[in-house]
């Protein structure tokens, strides 16, 4: 398997700009996180999904962030418009019932200029 | 709410010393532990884990005792090596099935030859 898949790996935009990070979970996990890392904050859960459906999303910052999950093989988490206090490297992460252990991917190291 | 409260970094050693990052938790029922490793540029890895009061998960080395009448979970090596050096973040998972886990502020580990 190859793993939990992020793309971009980077992405530098511009403040305004909308921004779409994509998340490839590991086939057959049920659940799938997505997470933001800061040096101030730390790790921070955004919203998870179970199935495809989303469970809490308690922790998304405001309105201009939004994530989707429209099949059990593909999620997008976009940001629009974007400001530079969204930067910051968002993980996704994805887990399956039976085994309980995460697997994380590389993330993506989002710069808003 | 359920919290995980880990010792700050950084933590500066010298190859083969020991090493100890203190883990404490707060959280109703019985949680799960985790161990998670992140190294520079890479997503987070799971270490090792204990599901129950007493269990001692370990790995690579590494070990931590789930200690429930101190709600810590301790990470210990006794003797690093240089690519130790790396984020070392204690996480928690409610005992609710399928909710997400819940990551202490990270703790990062320079280890010198």
């Known amino acids: 398997d190859a793993g939990v898949i992020q793309s971009p790996r980077h992405e530098v935009t511009e403040m305004g700009q909308e921004v779409t990070l994509r998340c490839k979970p590991i086939?057959?996990?049920?659940?799938l996180f997505w997470y933001r890392q800061t040096m101030m904050r730390g790790l921070e859960l955004l919203i998870y999904?179970?199935?495809?459906?989303?469970?809490?999303d308690s922790g998304m910052p405001e309105d201009r962030f939004s994530a989707k999950m429209p099949n059990a093989s593909f999620s997008t988490l976009k940001i629009q418009p974007s400001e530079p206090r969204d930067s910051a490297v968002y993980f996704c992460?994805?887990?399956?019932?039976?085994?309980?252990?995460?697997?994380f991917g590389s993330g993506t190291r989002l710069t808003v200029v | 709410g359920d919290s995980v409260t880990q010792m700050e970094g950084p933590v500066t050693l010298s190859e083969e010393a020991f090493l100890t990052i203190n883990c404490t938790y707060t959280?109703?029922?019985?949680?799960?532990l985790f161990w998670y490793v992140q190294y520079p540029g890479e997503g987070l890895q799971l270490l090792l884990k204990a599901t129950k009061a007493d269990d001692k998960g370990s790995n690579k080395g590494f070990e931590a005792t789930y200690r429930k009448e101190t709600t810590s979970f301790h990470l210990e090596k006794g003797s690093v090596q240089v690519s130790d050096s790396a984020v070392y973040f204690c996480?928690?998972?409610?005992?609710?099935?399928?909710?997400?886990?819940?990551f202490g502020k990270g703790t990062t580990l320079s280890v010198s030859s």
């Open positions: 086939s057959g996990h049920d659940y």
């Open positions: 992460a994805s887990s399956s019932t039976l085994t309980g252990g995460y697997t």
């Open positions: 996480a928690l998972r409610p005992n609710q099935a399928g909710t997400a886990l819940i």
């Open positions: 959280a109703t029922g019985y949680p799960s």
């Open positions: 999904f179970n199935n495809n459906v989303p469970i809490d």
